[in-house]
């Protein structure tokens, strides 16, 4: 087994394992910190892909970001030792087979698709100094007026779940 395949191998199982208990915690703050390795193992596959920026990304944003973001909401909300209800079987039932039928359409999915066996030359690669500048840009194809937005809507929504959570002492 050749370096790739064993890493491939580990952050398969982190992230199969992870996000099994993510669903099934009943704690939240144990989901969130579960979450939070699914997200850091997805970024070890882009990494892994040899798509760097795109993992880059991953860990910022999402690992860095957003579970921050959960997590602190969870703290400021509610009380950590909570633990959730458990679901009913009228629950369970149903979940789980949905759950087999996607596993079953992606599997049969997968296992159909004809994948290419040559590798393509990639001449028409774009410069990183263009994607910085995209990024960066407030013109027509900039990315900066809707990060702010993106932004303000994140902060907002927090606000709002903040509001919404916190428990009323009438």
Same mark, same amino acid.
């Given at each position: 087994?050749?370096?790739?395949?064993?890493? @491939?191998?580990? @952050?398969?199982? %982190?992230?199969?394992? @992870?996000? =099994?208990?993510? %669903?099934?915690? *009943? /704690?939240?703050? /144990?989901?969130a910190t579960f979450l939070l390795f699914v997200l850091v193992a !997805?970024?070890?596959?882009? @990494?892994?892909? /040899?798509?760097?920026?795109?993992?880059?990304?991953?860990?910022? +944003?999402?690992?860095?970001?957003?579970?921050?973001?959960?997590?602190f909401s969870i703290l400021l909300t509610s009380h950590i030792g909570?633990? +959730?209800?458990?679901?009913?079987?009228?629950?369970?039932?149903?979940? &789980? +087979?949905? !759950?087999?039928?996607?596993? =079953?359409?992606?599997? &049969?999915?997968?296992l159909q698709y004809k994948f290419p066996q040559e590798v393509v030359?990639?001449?028409? /690669? !774009?410069?990183? *100094?263009?994607?910085?500048? &995209? +990024?960066?840009?407030?013109?027509?194809?900039?990315?900066?007026?809707?990060?702010? %937005?993106?932004? =303000?809507?994140?902060?907002? &929504?927090? %606000?709002?779940? =903040?509001?919404?959570?916190?428990? *009323?002492?009438?």
């Amino acid at each position: 087994m050749t370096p790739n395949q064993l890493m @491939f191998a580990i @952050f398969s199982a %982190v992230i199969i394992i @992870f996000s =099994i208990l993510t %669903v099934t915690s *009943r /704690r939240i703050l /144990r989901a969130a910190t579960f979450l939070l390795f699914v997200l850091v193992a !997805t970024g070890g596959m882009y @990494f892994l892909l /040899r798509f760097n920026f795109l993992a880059a990304i991953q860990l910022t +944003l999402y690992a860095g970001g957003i579970v921050v973001l959960i997590i602190f909401s969870i703290l400021l909300t509610s009380h950590i030792g909570d633990k +959730l209800e458990a679901p009913s079987l009228m629950k369970i039932i149903p979940a &789980a +087979l949905v !759950t087999a039928f996607g596993a =079953i359409l992606t599997i &049969a999915t997968i296992l159909q698709y004809k994948f290419p066996q040559e590798v393509v030359a990639n001449s028409d /690669r !774009t410069d990183i *100094r263009v994607i910085a500048k &995209a +990024l960066i840009s407030t013109e027509k194809f900039g990315y900066a007026l809707p990060f702010e %937005v993106i932004s =303000i809507l994140l902060l907002a &929504a927090m %606000v709002g779940a =903040i509001i919404l959570a916190k428990k *009323r002492k009438d």
